[in-house]
């Protein structure tokens, strides 16, 4: 308990002035931007149209065949 109370102390002594926590340490892949939102849209679209196409292309299933009977008209 006496940790915790430390803990939640040095927190609220820390979140009370942001500039005390300093900047992150961020790696070089970190520092990158993104592909962006028109990227992000752009693949959602090519997965839906695929999954369309996908859709419509695909055979169906055949019903089963029914054979002759010998004598039936």
């Known amino acids: 308990m006496v940790r915790c109370d430390q803990a939640r ?5 820390i979140g009370d002035d942001p ?5 992150p340490r961020l790696s070089q ?3 990158q931007r993104g592909p ?3 990227a992000a849209i ?4 090519f997965i839906v149209l695929g999954l ?3 859709q419509l292309l ?12 010998p004598g039936a008209t």
């Open 9 to 13: 102390d040095a927190v609220a002594r």
């Open 36 to 38: 962006g939102v028109l």
């Open 58 to 69: 695909a055979p169906g299933e055949r019903p089963p065949r029914q054979e002759a009977t």
């Open 42 to 45: 752009g693949l959602g679209l």
């Open 19 to 23: 500039a005390t926590l300093g900047a």
């Open 29 to 31: 892949l970190q520092r």
């Open 52 to 54: 369309a196409c996908w």
